[in-house]
């Protein structure tokens, strides 16, 4: 009880004096709370306070059946286990809503006095930090127990979350294991991490297997001269007749509303139901050419490439006209025919994954594999059977012909290793044996696998700085940093965002009509998230003009955290308000900061250890 009084002390106060003693929390727990006083959550909050109705609940799992299809077993085979030990098991989708509760009934009830019940929506924006909600936005397995939450309504409960992600490396749901404070134990991290493992094997196999379906059902619907394509559940494209194929080289990956970048749309849609368990698997959709290409505005001219650029490079995204992305475009061409080791620095958001599937299609393994792995995403405990595969009996729960890994999975083309800075010292030795050797030995197996790939790595780190700090392998990092790629940020290719606007609205087929002031805004703002944080903002953009002819510039200026470029404090200024001693200090400290980071907003709020909306809200202040 003692870790718990002190804990409670920390969190008192937090919410009462706004001082936070990081060193005894998590570091999740920490940023959580940050996140939690700056969306103004309500500390005090004793019950969840949004609960689907029945309809809407209804609704809402019928949106998530897959998920809840695959997670069904696995809870079945917890809930005799969990209800011994007076614990729930709970499924959550990726929205943060309770799909099902399970385990024991006592517990359960204890939990109805908080609303945490099935449909309750439990997300850090509802209820602050929590091992739901926190897990959503931070994507790794948590345990919040007591006063950690943010919220009294959780105080006297422990919680487990492990995030489920798909075979894309995104979040389909929430694995949760909660119990009161009581009966807490460390295994509930492990058991919930664990069981979502499983479920993503089994998620894998199942949509493995209906890809499979899906293309021998739909084999004799592309022998045709017609254009016709066949989309995945998730609205990827699977197969294209000879027409696309010609059309779009590049149509691999793309999903089915991207066509009408292409001059193509749908003109029937007919959906693929599975032979072995009636569900979805697909679509079969017949293509023609867009009724009135004319009609579509033409936001910017397409930037004039040279011939070498558009005859023998493919890049599915947009070049634009800079310098910078140019210098990054002659460096993907220089090293894509080779099989140098490739190395992408850049900030996230600024397209490092294009980049590597630019340099691996425009190579000779084009034809094999390209394959992503996100090491920041891996459990460290589960890493090694993900990269190199397990054996039959290779541990408790293992696939009966075990499992192959992602470096054997890549065999004949591309492995991309993205946030790579990440990965454990307990796993860069294995890695780089596998780098030096070729072979791959899988987890509790004896043969050695040899294996062909080329291997493309990414990181926003310094990866010479970690191997300073003693965090990174010098040995593997010369390994992996033969030819370092620069994917530049957004604000060093400001000239290109006209461009990367046109294109991605193109890409969707959005008709928005856009003035020159409203780029002339969007040159001006800092990007701190880069080209991810500008298809945001274009698709809250398209939202809120949905149907009404309103001003593009006066609803961007209604974005919550969109702020033009501040001009930088000076410690020297006169505020015409009154600061107190502590305020100087830190008007002080952030002017450093800025300086130091050569304006650059988000590198100095994390110089200074405080969020980003904390950082700009003094700026606004210090400013007046």
């Known amino acids: ?218 084999a004799d619907r592309l022998e045709t001269d017609q254009p016709v394509v066949v989309c995945s559940s998730k609205h990827a494209l699977v197969c294209a007749s000879k027409a696309v194929r010609r059309h779009i080289p590049a149509w691999a990956g793309l999903k089915a509303d991207e066509l009408a970048g292409f001059g193509l749309e749908a003109r029937m849609t007919v959906p693929v139901l599975s032979d072995s368990h009636g569900g979805l698997i697909g679509t079969c959709v017949y293509l023609q050419e867009t009724r009135s290409a004319a009609s579509k505005p033409v936001f910017f001219p397409q930037p004039v490439l040279a011939a070498e650029d558009s005859e023998f490079f493919a890049f599915q995204g947009e070049i634009g006209t800079s310098a910078a992305f140019r210098q990054t475009l002659d460096d993907m061409k220089r090293v894509a025919p080779t099989d140098a080791s490739v190395c992408i620095l850049g900030e996230t958001g600024t397209g490092k994954e294009l980049i590597a599937q630019a340099i691996h299609e425009n190579s000779s393994r084009r034809t094999g594999p390209f394959l992503t792995v996100n090491c920041g995403a891996i459990p460290k405990e589960l890493m090694e059977s993900e990269l190199f595969g397990y054996a039959e009996g290779a541990f408790t729960g293992a696939r009966r012909n075990g499992y192959k890994g992602k470096f054997e999975q890549a065999n004949g083309g591309t492995i991309f290793l993205d946030e790579i800075g990440e990965i454990p010292l307990s796993m860069q030795a294995a890695l780089l044996r596998v780098l030096q050797e070729r072979k791959v030995t899988p987890v509790g197996g004896t043969q050695e696998v040899p294996l062909n790939f080329r291997i493309i790595t990414a990181t926003h780190r310094d990866l010479r700085q970690l191997v300073q700090e003693g965090k990174f392998r010098e040995d593997l990092y010369y390994r992996l940093h033969v030819y370092p790629v620069k994917a530049p940020p957004l604000r060093e290719r400001r000239e290109d965002i006209p461009h990367l606007v046109r294109f991605y609205c193109s890409r969707k087929a959005w008709a928005i009509s856009l003035p020159q002031r409203f780029f002339d805004q969007l040159m001006q703002y800092e990007w701190p998230g880069n080209i991810r944080e500008l298809m945001n903002v274009l698709e809250r953009l398209h939202i809120m003009t949905q149907g009404a002819a309103a001003d593009p510039c006066e609803a961007l200026s209604r974005f919550d955290g969109f702020r033009l470029q501040p001009a930088l404090p000076t410690a020297t200024s006169s505020p015409t308000m009154s600061l107190t001693l502590r305020e100087q200090i830190q008007m002080e400290q952030m002017t450093e900061a800025l300086q130091r980071t050569k304006g650059n907003v988000t590198a100095a709020a994390q110089m200074l250890g405080v969020p980003r909306s904390t950082f700009y809200k003094r700026l606004q202040k210090f400013n007046k």
């Open 1 to 218: 009880m003692l870790e718990t009084a002190l804990s409670l002390n920390i969190w008192e106060r937090f919410v009462n004096e706004g001082v936070l003693d990081a060193s005894r929390l998590n570091k999740r727990i920490v940023e959580s709370w940050y996140r939690s006083r700056d969306a103004r959550v309500n500390p005090h909050l004793d019950k969840g306070r949004l609960v689907l109705t029945n309809d809407r609940f209804h609704s809402q799992k019928k949106k998530n059946v897959l998920l809840r299809d695959m997670a069904h077993p696995h809870l079945e085979r917890m809930n005799g286990f969990i209800d011994d030990l007076g614990m729930i098991a709970l499924l959550i989708d990726p929205e943060g809503y309770v799909l099902s509760m399970t385990g024991n009934l006592q517990v359960r009830q204890e939990a109805g006095k908080i609303n945490f019940v099935e449909g309750v929506r439990w997300t850090e924006g509802e209820v602050g930090t929590n091992a739901i909600g926190t897990a959503l936005l931070a994507g790794e397995p948590l345990m919040v127990t007591g006063s950690e939450h943010y919220s009294i309504a959780s105080h006297r409960w422990s919680c487990s979350a492990a995030p489920i992600r798909g075979d894309d490396g995104q979040i389909i749901g929430v694995l949760d294991v909660s119990c009161p404070v009581d009966r807490a134990h460390p295994y509930m991290l492990g058991m919930v991490t664990s069981v979502a493992y499983a479920i993503e094997r089994d998620l894998s196999i199942r949509l493995h297997k209906d890809e499979m379906e899906l293309v021998r059902q739909t």
